[in-house]
């Protein structure tokens, strides 16, 4: 499947829920309407849309959330996915807290890939940025997914100026031996646009703080990343730059919501809702085209446009 733009789409990222088991102020804002049960999609039917998006196109699926291992029935999903024939990869993005009694099941569900979200190593900021959790609960769960044998596993770091921004040397250390490292630019979006333009931490000012970094040659140009490595370090550490850097040009993905909206594109406020034709393939073809057709160029952040949906409501 190609855009207007001939991007080839193959990529889905799939919010099974808006529920998360932490608060996270810049992400779950105090206050916020969880949906009800019934207005969320079934099992059953995100089976359905994956067989179709797969027909079409689709090669990568990502589950996120909320946090996705909240999510009952997620290790049978996980298994119905990855059992589909054009589906490549299967991955979840995680908050991590619930690894520690999931990753052996979650490797044996056929689950390919992990990032665990972790925005600071300091125990009283990540009390203070998840809302009173334990760091030692992420810990757990990230060494109970390598002993489950998942590799490269990836550590998503959001930017958050005069919150984490002095631990970036700290994130940094960890792709010597341990992992690789992204850090990502905190975005307005929603409710929250407020709170992410007040704490904005530019990604080149990483670059500014280490020049030691030598940038590498990128083999994904669909990777929203721009990577970059110190000598002697064995991973890489990544920076997407939604603000700074534009890397629209490369999108090759759409998202679904928790409750049946396929957007083309994150910062857009255009969705289509196919929750009430998740199981007829004919019509969910025909959403699939829809979407990709109106694919924007590019978002309009630099132009302070946000959108409505809260990254809750969207899904990381």
Same mark, same amino acid.
């Given at each position: 499947? @190609?855009?207007?733009?001939?991007?080839?789409?193959?990529?889905?990222?799939?919010?099974?829920?808006?529920?998360?088991?932490?608060?996270?102020?810049?992400?779950?804002?105090?206050?916020?309407?969880?949906? $009800?049960?019934?207005?969320?999609? @079934?099992?059953?039917?995100?089976?359905?849309?994956?067989?179709?998006?797969?027909?079409?196109?689709?090669?990568?699926?990502?589950?996120?959330?909320?946090?996705?291992?909240?999510? +009952?029935?997620?290790?049978?999903?996980?298994?119905?996915?990855?059992?589909?024939?054009?589906?490549?990869?299967?991955?979840?993005?995680?908050?991590?807290?619930?690894? $520690?009694?999931?990753?052996?099941?979650?490797? %044996?569900?056929?689950?390919? @890939?992990?990032?665990?979200? &972790?925005?600071?190593?300091?125990?009283?900021?990540?009390?203070?940025?998840?809302?009173?959790?334990?760091?030692? #609960?992420?810990?757990?769960?990230?060494?109970?997914?390598?002993?489950?044998?998942? #590799?490269?596993?990836?550590?998503?770091?959001?930017?958050?100026? +005069?919150?984490?921004?002095?631990?970036?040397?700290?994130?940094?250390?960890?792709?010597?031996?341990?992992?690789?490292?992204?850090?990502? #630019?905190?975005?307005?979006?929603?409710?929250? %646009?407020?709170?992410? +333009?007040?704490?904005?931490?530019?990604?080149?000012?990483?670059?500014?703080?280490?020049?030691?970094?030598?940038?590498?040659?990128?083999?994904?140009?669909?990777?929203?990343?721009?990577?970059?490595?110190?000598?002697?370090?064995?991973? @890489? &550490?990544?920076?997407?730059?939604?603000?700074?850097?534009?890397?629209?040009?490369?999108?090759?993905?759409?998202?679904?919501?928790? $409750?049946?909206?396929?957007?083309?594109?994150?910062?857009?406020?255009?969705?289509?809702?196919?929750?009430?034709?998740?199981?007829?393939? #004919?019509?969910?073809?025909?959403?699939?085209?829809?979407?990709?057709?109106?694919?924007?160029?590019?978002?309009?952040?630099?132009?302070?446009?946000?959108?409505?949906?809260?990254?809750? +409501?969207?899904?990381?």
């Amino acid at each position: 499947m @190609r855009d207007d733009f001939n991007r080839e789409i193959s990529y889905l990222r799939i919010s099974v829920t808006d529920l998360c088991n932490f608060n996270c102020e810049y992400c779950m804002p105090e206050g916020i309407e969880k949906k $009800d049960h019934s207005d969320i999609l @079934r099992i059953e039917e995100i089976e359905n849309i994956c067989k179709v998006a797969a027909r079409n196109g689709i090669k990568k699926i990502r589950l996120t959330g909320g946090e996705p291992l909240v999510r +009952k029935g997620i290790l049978s999903l996980i298994n119905k996915i990855k059992s589909i024939d054009e589906i490549t990869e299967v991955a979840i993005t995680t908050n991590g807290v619930l690894l $520690d009694k999931m990753a052996k099941d979650l490797k %044996a569900a056929g689950l390919d @890939r992990i990032n665990l979200s &972790l925005d600071s190593m300091d125990e009283n900021v990540f009390r203070k940025i998840t809302r009173g959790h334990e760091l030692s #609960e992420v810990y757990k769960g990230l060494e109970s997914a390598l002993d489950a044998g998942f #590799e490269n596993i990836k550590i998503n770091t959001v930017l958050i100026n +005069k919150v984490n921004d002095n631990e970036i040397g700290d994130f940094i250390a960890l792709t010597k031996n341990k992992y690789e490292v992204r850090f990502i #630019e905190l975005m307005p979006i929603g409710s929250t %646009a407020r709170y992410a +333009k007040e704490h904005f931490f530019s990604a080149d000012e990483v670059l500014k703080r280490y020049p030691q970094l030598e940038l590498q040659e990128n083999t994904d140009k669909s990777s929203p990343a721009a990577y970059y490595k110190l000598p002697n370090h064995k991973y @890489r &550490l990544g920076l997407i730059r939604p603000i700074t850097c534009n890397f629209c040009s490369n999108c090759n993905r759409l998202r679904l919501t928790a $409750d049946g909206k396929l957007k083309p594109c994150l910062h857009s406020d255009m969705e289509i809702d196919i929750k009430k034709i998740a199981c007829n393939d #004919e019509l969910l073809e025909k959403s699939f085209l829809s979407a990709i057709s109106q694919k924007p160029e590019k978002h309009h952040l630099d132009d302070g446009k946000y959108i409505i949906r809260g990254m809750s +409501k969207i899904g990381g």
